[in-house]
Structure formats: C-alpha cells, structure tokens
C-alpha cells in the first residue's frame, strides 16, 4: 500500500503544517466549505466547474480597456492584454536583463552545489524561492506582478518556483489539475527563459486558446476512492485523455523559441507541456512561477490536498 494514496497520512502532515494552511481559512468561510483546514479537499466540494475570472466571463477587448490600470502598461503589453480572453497567454520580450539571468542561474548551481536544490524524483528544481532571497524578489517583481494581477484582477501569491537545467519533456497538460482553484481560474504562470531556446533543446510548447477547454478535473479519470484513501487516480490516465482531447480540438501547438529574459505567461487551463529535446547534449535553463490568486481556496485537484502556502 503507497501511504501517500492514504488521506489521514496527508491529513497528519498538514496537521504538521497548520500556518500554512491558514491562507485558506478567509476563502473557507466565503465559499462555506465546511472542513477543517487540514482535510481532503477536491473539486467535489464545488458546485461549480467554471472559471469565474472577469477575463473568462467577459471578452478581454471590451473589458480591459475599462480599466484605469490598462492605460499604464506599453502598447506591447496592452495589445497583448486585449487577446486574452482568446489566446490565454502573452509574451514578454526581454523582460528580464541578461545579468538578472546569469544572477538567478549562479544562484541556482550555488544551491545545488550546496546541496540545498536537488532534483525530485523528475527534471525538476523545486522551490528555489524559498532558498535564495534573490530568487524570491524575481517572483514579487512589482512589474511582473502588475501584469498577473491586472489579468485575474486580485493581488496574486507566489506559490512556487521550478528550474529547469534541461528541457522538461513534460506532456501536455493544464496546472489546473495540479494547483487548482475555487472558484476555478485563479492560478497563473511565468515562465521565464534563462538562456535561448531553440528547437533543439526542448522548446515549452502551448495552445493558444486551450485555456476555453473545459476543466479536466478528478470526476473525469476517477477510478474510485474511499473516505479514507485516493483509489487509482493515475495521472498518465490524465495526460492520455488531455492529449486526445487536445488532438481533437481545433487548437494548435505553438513552440516558444525564447531568448534568455523572455517571459512567456499562462492561464490556469492552459494546455502546454516541454517538446522533445533532440540534443541532449544541451542544457535549457527556465524557472516557472506558479502564482495563486490571494483570496480563492487553493489546492491539488489530483492528490486531494489544499497547498501548503509559505507566508510572503
Ligand atoms: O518548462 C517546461 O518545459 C514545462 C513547464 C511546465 O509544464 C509547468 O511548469 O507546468
């Protein structure tokens, strides 16, 4: 038996962690959820499957513009706001300067080498913010932030950072049914390029427009489970049935060939994923931020758990 397919273990260690789950008490109390703080908690407890964004309800070209903050961003920035409501994500070009990117990267081998960073049981460096004051600034860049918080109209939290030395080869998927939100849509990413990408070293790739699929959630590759423990949720039964319904859709795969500093941003639905990296020689340096929405409830579709969020 996994214990981690056990919920009173995940109910043990949040126990563990109360402060920081206390992020959700607010949300908890609005929405009526019933729980303690520490419980399971899934997309079964929601009425609705949704996105209650405004940019999701309205058509960001008539919306936005509404809005005094608009007028502050540069044209670039603006034009790319107007088609969000249609492509789910933007680009920034040169967001970040070379030497930011070299400092986040040094900060990055320090940590490693330290024996601070290591990867998970994948590709994946996770929390960084949590181990360098620098990489945590990157994460509450104000300018940054500005965007995000314009797009979802809250002021955002970081919930974590992941760096990447090589490409991630993930398979598509949404982080909605990673990091997942109630009301659904209000979970947001940046994706920053830390050197140049090419089709060689394992380009992220995307679906502009993906994000107005509906949400994948547990209900839709549930194999059973009990009050006691997840049953047989497997996530490579996720990523099959998002791949073939992306396959059928008219949406079509874009590649991201960022230069270093580049900053790529998604909707919580989109779909993406990390292309094959056909020289493995190759490093392809990126963090990901995954951002929350402060006031929303906030937690893990797949594994039931509300997200532990570390005080900012
Ligand atoms: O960087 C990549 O290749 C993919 C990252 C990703 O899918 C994610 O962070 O959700």
């Not at 070209?61 to 920035?77: E, G, H, M, Q, T």
């Not at 994948?216 to 049935?241: H, Q, R, V």
Request: proline residues 4%; charged residues 25%.
């Amino acid at each position: 038996m996994n214990l981690k397919n056990l919920k009173p273990v995940h109910w043990l260690y949040n126990l563990m962690h109360y402060k920081s789950l206390r992020h959700n008490l607010a949300a908890y109390r609005k929405y009526n959820i019933r729980k303690p703080l520490i419980a399971s908690i899934s997309s079964k407890e929601f009425p609705d499957k949704e996105s209650k964004a405004w940019l999701d309800l309205e058509n960001s070209r008539i919306v936005a513009p509404l809005k005094p903050a608009f007028a502050n961003f540069p044209d670039s920035i603006q034009s790319q706001i107007l088609s969000w409501s249609e492509d789910g994500y933007l680009v920034l070009e040169k967001f970040f300067s070379e030497d930011t990117c070299a400092r986040i990267n040094e900060e990055i081998d320090v940590l490693m080498k330290k024996g601070k960073l290591k990867y998970n049981d994948t590709h994946k460096l996770m929390f960084a913010n949590r181990k360098s004051a620098f990489i945590k600034s990157i994460a509450k860049d104000d300018q940054l932030k500005s965007i995000l918080e314009f797009i979802l109209d809250k002021e955002v939290v970081t919930f974590q950072t992941i760096n990447f030395m090589k490409g991630s080869e993930l398979r598509a998927h949404s982080d909605s049914v990673h990091m997942t939100t109630f009301p659904l849509g209000y979970m947001i990413a940046a994706w920053i390029a830390l050197e140049d990408v090419t089709r060689e070293n394992g380009p992220l790739f995307y679906y502009p427009g993906s994000h107005k699929m509906p949400y994948l959630l547990n209900k839709d590759f549930y194999k059973g489970e009990s009050g006691l423990t997840l049953g047989k949720k497997n996530y490579k039964d996720y990523e099959a049935l998002l791949e073939a319904t992306i396959e059928a859709s008219p949406f079509e795969q874009k590649e991201f060939y960022a230069k270093k500093g580049d900053v790529l941003i998604w909707h919580a639905n989109l779909v993406h994923g990390g292309s094959p990296v056909l020289n493995e020689n190759l490093t392809r340096k990126s963090m990901v931020i995954h951002y929350y929405a402060a006031d929303v409830i906030k937690y893990h579709e797949i594994t039931e758990r509300p997200s532990l969020l570390e005080e900012e």
